[in-house]
């Protein structure tokens, strides 16, 4: 029995309705396994706005901060046609994300491509290509590298020139190879190591301290791939890659790259890291303002962010295998939201979604 306090942040448009789905799983969760989850509902982006004037408060992040770890959903609006936009960018309702992840001090970025056999239609790779599917996790450090480093443009003897700059110490290599051989742990027990280290010395640095990291986990085997190499092993042999550990830009692209080849947005969950068990879950996807309200919206994504939750920041590795095979379940059963429809399945909203999976939640 475990008691776990969790920060709920519906945000807007489908937010809102695919977190209640969530939770309603959680707590079939609790049920199945005994355990107690209690919650804090916080506003936070354009609900924020409208209630506080700004997109996150520091009450807001100070109540996610006490919290064992948070769960949201998704923030923004109808970009071209919402009072939410007409103010300064760090006043918009996105400006909460970046303000919770830094506040939080989230340095690692988690999404998982899974392809589930039922929705191979939607991956636009070649039926030879896919085999038996594949089933891989990208973790990306989320706080340095180019996006963060210095940069200036300037003009020198007429001539426009822009720098940016791209620094890891071996302290922020370390502490996200740490992340991912622990979650290799949890996996297929492989980690490959993307660079370019051929080339940049931040990379050599990055290849000798995810070496060194290595002697910790002999269970774990470590390889190294150039990013070039990388991005044509995606589409030619998904199959390969368990764990995939790299740097903020090449994680940015090759996240990217790997969700296309699952081919359905609304089945991406995705994990930010802390250096506490302190985790933010949410779907890749966003706000969706087109189908809010409308009981439309696939909570997959969100369902399996929250069983990230339970395995990265509870360890409840079983609960989180009972989520998983009570999604792949109902997919098996047919049933499907209208994004992922196809012939002869049964279509349902974001509510009978949520049922049917909670139904099939079972501890043994
Ligand atoms: P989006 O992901 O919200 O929607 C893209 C398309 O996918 C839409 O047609 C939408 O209906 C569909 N879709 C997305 N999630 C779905 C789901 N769960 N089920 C069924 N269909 C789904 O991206 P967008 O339209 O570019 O952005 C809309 C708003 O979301 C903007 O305000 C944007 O800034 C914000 N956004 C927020 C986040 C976040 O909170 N992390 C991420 C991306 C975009």
Same mark, same amino acid.
């Given at each position: 029995m475990m008691e776990k306090k969790i920060a709920l942040i519906p945000g807007d448009g489908i937010g809102p309705e695919i977190v209640r789905e969530a939770r309603k799983i959680l707590d079939k969760v609790c049920e199945k396994f005994g355990h107690s989850f209690t919650y804090t509902e916080l506003l936070m982006g354009g609900c924020s706005i409208d209630a506080y004037?700004? @997109?996150?408060?520091d009450e807001t992040l100070e109540a996610a901060k006490a919290s064992d770890s948070v769960l949201l959903g998704a923030v923004g609006g109808n970009v071209g046609n /919402? &009072?939410?936009? %007409?103010?300064a960018p760090n006043l918009r309702p996105e400006a909460g994300l970046l303000a919770i992840r830094k506040g939080l001090g989230l340095f690692a970025n988690i999404r998982p491509a899974y392809l589930y056999k039922e929705l191979k239609?939607?991956? @636009?790779? &070649?039926e030879d290509i896919i085999g038996e599917g594949f089933d891989m996790v990208i973790m990306r450090e989320l706080t340095g590298g180019l996006y963060f480093g210095e940069r200036h443009t300037e003009e020198v003897d007429g001539v426009r020139k822009a720098t940016d700059t791209l620094t890891y110490d071996e302290n922020e290599i370390r502490r996200i190879a740490i992340k991912a051989f622990e979650i290799a742990r949890k996996r297929k027990g492989n980690v490959i190591s993307v660079d370019k280290a051929n080339v940049l010395d931040s990379s050599r640095l990055w290849r000798q301290v995810a070496e060194e990291v290595a002697k910790d986990y002999p269970d774990v085997t470590l390889t190294h791939m150039l990013v070039d190499n990388c991005a044509m092993q995606l589409v030619m042999? @998904?199959?390969?890659? !368990?764990v995939i550990l790299t740097e903020n830009m090449f994680g940015d692209i090759l996240s990217d790259e790997a969700s296309m080849i699952t081919g359905? +947005?609304?089945?991406l969950s995705s994990a930010s890291l802390s250096e506490t068990k302190l985790g933010l879950y949410e779907p /890749?996807?966003? /706000?969706? @303002? !087109? +189908?809010?309200?409308? %009981?439309?919206?696939?909570?997959i994504a969100t369902i399996l962010s929250a069983a990230m939750m339970l395995r990265y /920041?509870? !360890?409840?590795d079983k609960e989180a295998d009972a989520v998983e095979a009570a999604v792949s379940k109902v997919l098996e059963d047919g049933y499907r939201t209208g994004d992922i429809m196809s012939e002869g399945c049964t279509q349902v909203g974001t509510i009978q979604m949520g049922d049917l999976i909670a139904e099939r939640i079972e501890s043994n």
């Open positions: 004037g700004v @997109p996150l408060t /919402s &009072r939410w936009y %007409d103010v239609a939607a991956c @636009p790779l &070649r042999n @998904p199959g390969q890659f !368990d359905s +947005i609304g089945m /890749s996807h966003g /706000s969706a @303002p !087109d +189908i809010a309200g409308k %009981d439309l919206a696939n909570p /920041s509870f !360890d409840m």
